[in-house]
């Protein structure tokens, strides 16, 4: 019994660092999404001038 609490917690524990690295990723993806998105701006700003 003790051992299959265990590797449910591990199997959780496990689970739960693969979901923060996704997330991070996700974050860091999203945060570069942002700056591409600001410099097709600025790029169209400068050739609308």
């Known amino acids: ?3 299959i609490v265990i590797g449910g917690l591990f199997k959780v524990k ?3 660092k693969v ?3 996704f997330c ?3 974050a860091v993806s999203g ?3 942002v700056v591409s998105g600001q410099w097709s701006v600025v790029s169209g700003q400068r050739s609308a001038v």
């Open 1 to 3: 019994m003790l051992i």
């Open 14 to 16: 496990t689970a739960y």
């Open 19 to 21: 979901l923060l690295i």
């Open 24 to 26: 991070k990723h996700s």
């Open 31 to 33: 945060q570069r999404s």
